[in-house]
């Protein structure tokens, strides 16, 4: 998995760099050697370097080393929805397009991305953040615990290529400690490899170490409406950024206060000051649906993959083979049966989602092959027909 960069990462850690050089006005933003690197070539192409903050109807706000810009999104449109310019990737704007306005020429090669299956029926991803670190996954502790949708959670961010965490919120709202105890041990069983942190924003358990394990890199805010991902989000920013409204007594769920995918800056800690990364918060998610997440279904599911090198045939389903290591983990209780039934209703999904993906595309390449055949006839035609005049 990508891991946040380092210090050694820094443009101003080089070897020829002073040790009292000031850092990158990006560094804050995330803006390492890696990224200059990548960047050289629009540099001398007279372009600057943007992050953007938010996208919006064909423009974005970025911010660049003298200040936020609002620019013009129309050169790097594109038809592929997982490609379009998201909250969090880094840009090569010019800052006086032929229009009057800043433009984007050109979106960088992202490091990470955290997509999903679209909420519609055309078989499409959709990016919902860039170049991130951590994926946050909050998951409200004054509802009834849903395992299942945690672990689709996080076999997205392990497919996104970032480090999944899961913060159980609105610890305040479980007046018995062991029952949280339980819950956080319950999600630790759901999510092996995967950080679990209570906390909660009212009083302010568990913030100083959520804190501390997302200082320096980008981190994306996920979950359901009502997980309370904006009153974390203020907490963690330390100020009152993202609107907050209070959730329907009747259900527990809350309204989408976020409607957009905002980066926000997070306060530098401690006497240095220093890189304190970014924050990207996200309007809650009613529907997560699987895209290309094979890979991070098996990361999600480790102890199910590790069981599976032991059962006698490779391809081994776990449905009724003999000698299973996976079915014999269930039947002497090592291994829950609900987790075996949500790794195969994981991967059932994502393989639907793949042929009818492949479907698509085979739908679309015929009809542009088809298209081409017309045309190839019509200018035949055209060339048969006698030329009149002289």
Not at 150 to 164: D, Y
Not at 244 to 269: C, E, N, W, Y
Not at 305 to 331: G, I, K, N, Q, T
Request: hydrophobic share 40%; aromatic share 4%.
């Amino acid at each position: 998995m990508n891991s946040r960069p380092t210090s050694g990462d820094s443009p101003s850690s080089s070897p020829s760099s002073s040790s009292s050089s000031p850092p990158h006005p990006l560094a804050g933003y995330g803006w390492d050697a890696r990224t200059a690197d990548t960047f050289a070539p629009y540099a001398a192409q007279g372009l600057v370097p943007a992050r953007v903050v938010r996208v919006d109807r064909g423009r974005c706000e970025a911010v660049t080393a003298e200040g936020p810009v609002r620019a013009d999104t129309a050169p790097v449109a594109t038809d592929d929805p997982t490609r379009v310019l998201c909250t969090g990737d880094w840009a090569a704007l010019s800052l006086a397009g032929p229009r009057g306005v800043p433009e984007v020429r050109a979106v960088l090669p992202r490091r990470t991305a955290f997509l999903r299956s679209a909420s519609s029926k055309r078989s499409e991803g959709q990016v919902l953040a860039a170049n991130v670190d951590h994926v946050l996954v909050a998951v409200p502790l004054n509802l009834e615990l849903d395992l299942g949708r945690v672990e689709r959670f996080i076999s997205l961010a392990w497919t996104s290529g970032a480090q999944p965490l899961v913060v159980l919120t609105k610890t305040d709202l479980v007046p018995d400690p062991d029952t949280v105890r339980q819950l956080v041990a319950d999600t630790e069983l759901s999510a092996p490899g995967v950080q679990v942190l209570p906390v909660s924003a009212a009083t302010g358990e568990g913030l100083d170490v959520l804190a501390a394990s997302v200082a320096g890199g980008t981190s994306v805010l996920i979950g359901q409406s009502g997980a309370g991902k904006s009153t974390l989000a203020n907490a963690l920013l330390g100020a009152e950024v993202q609107e907050v409204q209070a959730i329907r007594d009747s259900d527990g769920k809350g309204r989408h206060t976020t409607t957009t995918r905002d980066l926000l800056p997070l306060p530098a800690a401690g006497e240095q000051g220093g890189a304190a990364g970014v924050l990207i918060d996200t309007p809650g998610l009613r529907g997560v649906g699987l895209w290309e997440a094979e890979e991070g279904v098996g990361l999600a599911f480790a102890e199910i993959a590790a069981l599976a090198e032991r059962c006698r045939f490779h391809d081994c389903e776990h449905e009724a083979e003999p000698d299973c290591a996976v079915l014999a983990a269930v039947e002497d209780g090592t291994l829950p049966e609900r987790r075996l039934d949500s790794y195969r209703k994981l991967l059932r999904e994502n393989a639907r989602l793949a042929a009818r993906t492949d479907a698509r595309l085979r739908a679309e390449q015929k009809r542009t092959f088809k298209q081409r055949q017309a045309l190839g006839r019509h200018m035949m035609e055209r060339k048969r027909q006698p030329r009149y005049g002289g």
